[in-house]
């Protein structure tokens, strides 16, 4: 089970690497709401303070929630 583990984490980052370009961030109306009256990241769980960025599918553009700067780029290693 863990050689399938380690296959699959060397794929999806073969895969994200391949398919990896800056795509303009998709937002609606409710995203930015959501985006405004977030405090806490969704990534920690900690409070938002003055490093509060907002998340994004990379490959899509499509936001996903409002995170600590540090937590964000912590997450876009793992893919790197």
């Known amino acids: 089970m ?3 583990a380690k296959f699959l984490e060397i ?3 073969k895969l994200y690497k ?3 370009y800056n795509k303009k961030v998709r937002m609606t109306l409710k995203d930015y709401e959501d985006y405004n009256d977030t405090t806490i ?3 920690c769980g900690g409070e ?3 490093d509060k960025v907002l998340d994004e599918v990379h490959l ?3 936001y996903t ?3 600590k700067n540090e937590c964000n780029l ?3 290693s793992i893919y790197q």
Do not use: E, M, T
Request: net charge positive; glycine share 8%; hydrophobic share 45%.
């Open 41 to 43: 990241c969704y990534i």
């Open 48 to 50: 938002l303070k003055g």
């Open 60 to 62: 899509n553009g499509k």
């Open 11 to 13: 794929l999806v980052k």
């Open 18 to 20: 391949k398919f990896n």
């Open 2 to 4: 863990k050689i399938l």
């Open 65 to 67: 929630s409002a995170a």
């Open 74 to 76: 912590r997450l876009l």
